[in-house]
Protein backbone atom coordinates (compact mmCIF):
# COMPACT_ATOMS: atom_id res chain seq x y z
CA UNK A 1 0.00 0.00 0.00
CA UNK A 2 2.82 2.45 0.74
CA UNK A 3 4.04 1.54 -2.78
CA UNK A 4 1.13 2.57 -4.14
CA UNK A 5 1.07 5.88 -2.54
CA UNK A 6 4.63 7.10 -3.32
CA UNK A 7 3.79 5.88 -7.18
CA UNK A 8 0.30 8.45 -7.06
CA UNK A 9 2.73 11.21 -4.95
CA UNK A 10 5.30 10.75 -7.60
CA UNK A 11 2.89 10.62 -10.44
CA UNK A 12 1.02 14.00 -9.14
CA UNK A 13 4.49 15.99 -8.65
CA UNK A 14 5.16 15.14 -12.23
CA UNK A 15 1.76 16.10 -13.50
CA UNK A 16 2.23 19.19 -10.74
CA UNK A 17 5.81 20.41 -12.77
CA UNK A 18 4.55 20.14 -16.07
CA UNK A 19 1.53 22.15 -15.40
CA UNK A 20 3.49 24.79 -13.93
CA UNK A 21 6.31 24.54 -17.03
CA UNK A 22 3.34 24.85 -19.00
CA UNK A 23 2.20 28.27 -17.31
CA UNK A 24 5.95 29.50 -19.00
CA UNK A 25 5.53 28.34 -21.90
CA UNK A 26 3.76 30.91 -25.09
CA UNK A 27 0.90 29.58 -26.42
CA UNK A 28 1.30 29.75 -30.02
CA UNK A 29 3.96 28.15 -32.56
CA UNK A 30 6.30 29.79 -35.11
CA UNK A 31 9.16 28.05 -37.17
CA UNK A 32 10.17 29.40 -40.51
CA UNK A 33 13.36 29.22 -42.82
CA UNK A 34 14.42 31.11 -45.83
CA UNK A 35 16.72 30.92 -48.71
CA UNK A 36 18.17 32.96 -51.60
CA UNK A 37 17.23 31.60 -55.55
CA UNK A 38 19.03 33.07 -58.26
CA UNK A 39 15.75 33.72 -59.99
CA UNK A 40 12.79 36.54 -60.03
CA UNK A 41 10.38 36.31 -57.71
CA UNK A 42 7.67 35.29 -60.22
CA UNK A 43 9.66 32.53 -61.47
CA UNK A 44 9.47 31.43 -57.73
CA UNK A 45 6.00 32.70 -56.94
CA UNK A 46 4.88 29.40 -59.90
CA UNK A 47 5.79 27.03 -58.19
CA UNK A 48 3.83 27.52 -54.98
CA UNK A 49 0.89 28.57 -56.28
CA UNK A 50 0.21 25.62 -58.07
CA UNK A 51 -0.21 23.03 -55.71
CA UNK A 52 0.40 20.48 -58.25
CA UNK A 53 4.32 21.71 -58.52
CA UNK A 54 4.62 20.57 -55.21
CA UNK A 55 5.09 16.73 -56.08
CA UNK A 56 8.45 17.95 -57.79
CA UNK A 57 9.61 19.29 -54.52
CA UNK A 58 7.74 18.34 -51.41
CA UNK A 59 10.03 17.30 -49.09
CA UNK A 60 7.83 15.05 -47.47
CA UNK A 61 6.71 13.00 -51.15
CA UNK A 62 10.33 12.41 -50.81
CA UNK A 63 10.64 11.09 -46.82
CA UNK A 64 7.28 9.49 -47.49
CA UNK A 65 6.82 6.82 -50.30
CA UNK A 66 3.29 5.92 -48.90
CA UNK A 67 1.85 9.66 -48.86
CA UNK A 68 -0.27 10.36 -52.17
CA UNK A 69 -2.20 13.41 -52.90
CA UNK A 70 -5.34 14.46 -53.92
CA UNK A 71 -6.64 17.86 -55.62
CA UNK A 72 -9.79 19.90 -55.11
CA UNK A 73 -11.45 21.31 -58.18
CA UNK A 74 -9.36 23.92 -58.18
CA UNK A 75 -5.26 23.65 -58.15
CA UNK A 76 -4.25 27.35 -58.03
CA UNK A 77 -4.23 30.48 -56.36
CA UNK A 78 -6.61 31.46 -53.88
CA UNK A 79 -9.23 28.69 -52.80
CA UNK A 80 -6.75 25.90 -54.24
CA UNK A 81 -6.97 23.05 -52.26
CA UNK A 82 -5.57 19.51 -51.81
CA UNK A 83 -5.86 16.56 -49.56
CA UNK A 84 -3.44 14.19 -48.37
CA UNK A 85 -3.18 10.21 -46.78
CA UNK A 86 -0.21 8.64 -45.50
CA UNK A 87 -0.02 5.44 -43.95
CA UNK A 88 3.31 6.78 -41.62
CA UNK A 89 2.08 10.48 -41.17
CA UNK A 90 -1.33 10.31 -41.02
CA UNK A 91 -3.59 12.68 -43.62
CA UNK A 92 -4.97 16.06 -43.86
CA UNK A 93 -6.00 18.99 -45.99
CA UNK A 94 -4.32 22.38 -47.42
CA UNK A 95 -5.55 25.10 -49.41
CA UNK A 96 -4.68 28.77 -49.97
CA UNK A 97 -6.61 31.73 -48.11
CA UNK A 98 -4.58 34.53 -49.70
CA UNK A 99 -1.99 35.58 -52.52
CA UNK A 100 -0.83 38.34 -53.61
CA UNK A 101 1.31 37.93 -56.72
CA UNK A 102 4.61 37.50 -56.39
CA UNK A 103 5.34 38.38 -53.37
CA UNK A 104 3.15 36.71 -50.42
CA UNK A 105 1.24 33.70 -50.30
CA UNK A 106 -0.94 32.38 -46.89
CA UNK A 107 -2.39 28.90 -46.74
CA UNK A 108 -4.61 27.24 -44.17
CA UNK A 109 -3.53 23.15 -42.73
CA UNK A 110 -5.65 20.89 -41.32
CA UNK A 111 -4.39 18.29 -39.74
CA UNK A 112 -6.42 15.44 -39.08
CA UNK A 113 -7.59 15.66 -35.15
CA UNK A 114 -5.18 18.15 -34.68
CA UNK A 115 -6.08 22.36 -34.48
CA UNK A 116 -5.74 24.03 -38.16
CA UNK A 117 -1.83 25.55 -38.71
CA UNK A 118 -1.23 28.53 -41.01
CA UNK A 119 1.62 28.44 -43.65
CA UNK A 120 3.21 31.63 -45.20
CA UNK A 121 5.33 32.48 -48.06
CA UNK A 122 7.56 35.65 -49.15
CA UNK A 123 9.69 36.37 -51.60
CA UNK A 124 11.50 39.02 -51.70
CA UNK A 125 13.64 40.83 -54.76
CA UNK A 126 17.62 41.17 -53.79
CA UNK A 127 19.93 43.15 -55.46
CA UNK A 128 21.75 41.42 -58.40
CA UNK A 129 18.48 39.11 -59.47
CA UNK A 130 18.11 37.12 -56.24
CA UNK A 131 15.04 36.62 -54.20
CA UNK A 132 14.91 35.75 -50.51
CA UNK A 133 11.97 33.37 -50.09
CA UNK A 134 11.08 32.61 -46.66
CA UNK A 135 8.75 29.71 -45.77
CA UNK A 136 7.07 29.71 -42.61
CA UNK A 137 4.65 27.80 -40.22
CA UNK A 138 2.74 28.75 -37.55
CA UNK A 139 -0.58 28.00 -34.73
CA UNK A 140 -1.83 28.01 -31.61
CA UNK A 141 -0.90 25.63 -29.04
CA UNK A 142 -3.40 24.70 -26.07
CA UNK A 143 -2.71 25.05 -22.35
CA UNK A 144 -1.51 20.98 -21.96
CA UNK A 145 0.19 20.98 -25.25
CA UNK A 146 2.23 24.10 -24.93
CA UNK A 147 5.35 21.92 -24.28
CA UNK A 148 4.95 20.33 -28.33
CA UNK A 149 6.02 23.95 -28.96
CA UNK A 150 9.46 23.06 -27.53
CA UNK A 151 9.67 20.67 -30.65
CA UNK A 152 8.13 21.69 -33.28
CA UNK A 153 11.59 23.16 -34.80
CA UNK A 154 13.31 20.12 -34.91
CA UNK A 155 10.42 18.69 -36.22
CA UNK A 156 9.53 20.46 -39.63
CA UNK A 157 12.42 23.02 -39.95
CA UNK A 158 14.68 20.49 -41.81
CA UNK A 159 11.64 19.51 -43.80
CA UNK A 160 11.48 22.65 -44.70
CA UNK A 161 15.62 23.34 -45.60
CA UNK A 162 14.77 20.36 -47.62
CA UNK A 163 12.26 21.98 -49.56
CA UNK A 164 13.31 25.57 -50.38
CA UNK A 165 16.41 23.54 -51.47
CA UNK A 166 14.79 21.85 -53.84
CA UNK A 167 12.89 24.76 -54.83
CA UNK A 168 16.12 26.65 -56.13
CA UNK A 169 17.06 23.63 -57.58
CA UNK A 170 14.69 23.35 -59.90
CA UNK A 171 14.11 26.89 -60.75
CA UNK A 172 17.51 27.59 -61.45
CA UNK A 173 18.06 24.39 -63.63
CA UNK A 174 15.64 26.26 -65.59
CA UNK A 175 17.48 28.85 -66.88
CA UNK A 176 20.61 27.29 -67.99
CA UNK A 177 21.20 25.41 -70.77
CA UNK A 178 22.10 21.40 -70.90
CA UNK A 179 25.72 21.07 -70.17
CA UNK A 180 27.97 18.85 -72.26
CA UNK A 181 29.47 17.02 -69.99
CA UNK A 182 32.56 14.63 -70.92
CA UNK A 183 34.70 12.70 -69.26
CA UNK A 184 38.06 12.05 -70.02
CA UNK A 185 41.37 10.34 -68.21
CA UNK A 186 44.46 12.38 -66.49
CA UNK A 187 46.60 13.04 -63.94
CA UNK A 188 45.83 15.19 -60.91
CA UNK A 189 49.15 16.14 -60.20
CA UNK A 190 50.44 15.98 -56.66
CA UNK A 191 50.33 19.09 -54.06
CA UNK A 192 50.32 20.77 -50.93
CA UNK A 193 47.54 22.18 -48.95
CA UNK A 194 45.69 23.93 -46.04
CA UNK A 195 42.16 22.82 -45.51
CA UNK A 196 39.39 23.40 -43.35
CA UNK A 197 37.44 20.34 -42.72
CA UNK A 198 33.10 20.57 -41.81
CA UNK A 199 30.26 18.51 -41.21
CA UNK A 200 27.30 20.35 -42.24
CA UNK A 201 23.64 19.75 -43.86
CA UNK A 202 23.48 19.93 -47.57
CA UNK A 203 21.52 23.41 -47.23
CA UNK A 204 24.22 25.30 -45.74
CA UNK A 205 26.77 24.57 -48.93
CA UNK A 206 26.68 28.30 -51.01
CA UNK A 207 29.06 31.23 -50.98
CA UNK A 208 28.15 31.71 -47.51
CA UNK A 209 29.99 28.72 -46.65
CA UNK A 210 32.58 28.24 -49.00
CA UNK A 211 33.26 32.34 -48.86
CA UNK A 212 34.08 31.88 -44.74
CA UNK A 213 36.90 28.67 -45.16
CA UNK A 214 38.44 30.09 -47.77
CA UNK A 215 38.97 33.75 -45.99
CA UNK A 216 39.60 31.58 -43.12
CA UNK A 217 42.43 29.86 -44.59
CA UNK A 218 43.48 33.00 -46.53
CA UNK A 219 43.57 34.54 -43.71
CA UNK A 220 46.07 32.34 -41.78
CA UNK A 221 48.43 31.83 -44.73
CA UNK A 222 48.44 35.89 -45.10
CA UNK A 223 51.45 36.95 -47.46
CA UNK A 224 52.34 33.20 -48.29
CA UNK A 225 49.29 33.23 -50.69
CA UNK A 226 51.25 35.79 -53.01
CA UNK A 227 53.27 31.83 -54.09
CA UNK A 228 49.59 30.44 -54.57
CA UNK A 229 49.83 29.71 -58.57
CA UNK A 230 46.78 26.87 -58.43
CA UNK A 231 43.18 27.39 -57.80
CA UNK A 232 41.23 26.31 -55.27
CA UNK A 233 39.21 23.46 -54.63
CA UNK A 234 36.75 20.63 -52.34
CA UNK A 235 36.70 17.90 -51.55
CA UNK A 236 33.41 15.84 -50.81
CA UNK A 237 34.23 13.01 -48.29
CA UNK A 238 30.98 11.66 -47.93
CA UNK A 239 27.32 12.87 -49.36
CA UNK A 240 24.45 10.97 -47.20
CA UNK A 241 20.87 11.37 -49.06
CA UNK A 242 19.31 10.28 -45.85
CA UNK A 243 20.68 12.61 -43.51
CA UNK A 244 21.25 15.46 -46.40
CA UNK A 245 24.42 16.27 -44.85
CA UNK A 246 27.86 16.18 -46.26
CA UNK A 247 31.52 16.22 -45.15
CA UNK A 248 33.20 18.98 -47.52
CA UNK A 249 37.31 19.64 -47.16
CA UNK A 250 37.54 23.02 -48.51
CA UNK A 251 41.44 24.02 -49.58
CA UNK A 252 43.90 25.74 -51.02
CA UNK A 253 47.23 24.32 -52.57
CA UNK A 254 50.51 26.65 -51.88
CA UNK A 255 53.79 24.99 -50.86
CA UNK A 256 54.87 26.60 -47.61
CA UNK A 257 56.68 26.18 -44.30
CA UNK A 258 53.46 26.97 -42.46
CA UNK A 259 52.35 24.06 -40.57
CA UNK A 260 48.57 25.00 -40.00
CA UNK A 261 46.74 25.40 -36.46
CA UNK A 262 43.41 24.97 -34.84
CA UNK A 263 41.23 23.43 -37.80
CA UNK A 264 43.51 24.61 -40.60
CA UNK A 265 45.30 21.47 -41.45
CA UNK A 266 48.30 20.95 -43.74
CA UNK A 267 48.08 18.36 -45.88
CA UNK A 268 50.01 16.59 -49.30
CA UNK A 269 48.57 14.00 -51.73
CA UNK A 270 50.63 12.56 -54.47
CA UNK A 271 50.03 12.35 -58.25
CA UNK A 272 47.12 10.08 -59.03
CA UNK A 273 44.92 8.72 -61.92
CA UNK A 274 41.68 10.46 -62.18
CA UNK A 275 38.37 11.25 -63.78
CA UNK A 276 37.82 14.18 -65.43
CA UNK A 277 35.12 17.02 -66.00
CA UNK A 278 35.35 20.45 -67.34
CA UNK A 279 32.29 21.61 -66.21
CA UNK A 280 31.15 25.00 -67.08
CA UNK A 281 28.39 26.66 -65.33
CA UNK A 282 26.82 27.82 -61.77
CA UNK A 283 28.00 26.06 -58.82
CA UNK A 284 24.41 24.87 -57.81
CA UNK A 285 24.64 22.17 -61.03
CA UNK A 286 27.70 20.53 -60.21
CA UNK A 287 25.79 17.43 -59.08
CA UNK A 288 24.92 16.52 -63.10
CA UNK A 289 28.57 16.16 -63.55
CA UNK A 290 29.32 14.03 -60.32
CA UNK A 291 26.54 11.92 -61.28
CA UNK A 292 27.54 11.81 -64.95
CA UNK A 293 31.44 10.41 -63.95
CA UNK A 294 29.73 8.07 -61.59
CA UNK A 295 27.83 6.39 -64.45
CA UNK A 296 30.84 6.57 -66.55
CA UNK A 297 32.90 4.39 -64.39
CA UNK A 298 30.25 2.00 -63.61
CA UNK A 299 29.73 1.92 -67.56
CA UNK A 300 33.65 1.27 -67.81
CA UNK A 301 34.35 -1.19 -64.88
CA UNK A 302 36.36 1.74 -63.45
CA UNK A 303 37.15 2.09 -59.34
CA UNK A 304 36.74 5.28 -58.18
CA UNK A 305 38.51 6.03 -54.85
CA UNK A 306 35.67 7.63 -53.27
CA UNK A 307 36.62 11.39 -53.40
CA UNK A 308 34.88 13.79 -55.16
CA UNK A 309 37.21 17.05 -56.17
CA UNK A 310 35.86 20.29 -56.89
CA UNK A 311 38.65 22.41 -58.67
CA UNK A 312 37.03 26.17 -58.88
CA UNK A 313 39.55 27.59 -62.03
CA UNK A 314 37.12 30.64 -62.38
CA UNK A 315 37.38 33.56 -59.83
CA UNK A 316 34.16 34.52 -59.28
CA UNK A 317 35.03 38.17 -58.50
CA UNK A 318 36.82 38.45 -62.09
CA UNK A 319 34.22 36.93 -63.95
CA UNK A 320 30.14 37.62 -63.32
CA UNK A 321 28.49 35.73 -66.25
CA UNK A 322 28.13 32.04 -64.42
CA UNK A 323 27.39 30.50 -67.40
CA UNK A 324 31.47 30.76 -68.40
CA UNK A 325 32.77 29.85 -64.25
CA UNK A 326 34.56 26.38 -65.17
CA UNK A 327 34.52 23.92 -61.84
CA UNK A 328 36.96 20.40 -62.81
CA UNK A 329 35.02 17.56 -61.29
CA UNK A 330 37.72 15.23 -60.54
CA UNK A 331 37.55 11.90 -59.10
CA UNK A 332 40.75 9.49 -58.25
CA UNK A 333 40.92 6.04 -59.65
CA UNK A 334 42.76 3.00 -58.62
CA UNK A 335 45.52 1.62 -60.36
Known sequence: MRIVKIILWVLLALVAIYLIISLFLPGKYNVSR?????APAKQIYAQVIDFKNWEAWSP?????????FKYGEQTS???AAYSWTSEESGGGKQSIKYASPYDTIKTVINFDGRDPSNGLWT???????????????SGELGFFSR????????????SFEIGLANIKYIVESQKIPEAKLEVYRSQLDSMRF??????????????????????KINAYLGKEMQNS????????????????????????????MLEGKDDIKKREMATTDALFIDYYGPYEFTGKAHQAISEYAMQNGTDLLGMGFEIYVTDPSEEADTSKWLTKIVYPIAP
Open 34 to 38: ELRVN
Open 60 to 68: WLQEDPTMT
Open 77 to 79: GEG
Open 123 to 137: FTSSENGLTIVKWGF
Open 147 to 158: IFGLFMDGMVGE
Open 194 to 215: YSITETVAMTELGPDFFGRNFS
Open 229 to 256: NRPPFAVFHEWNEETRRTTVEVAIPLWS
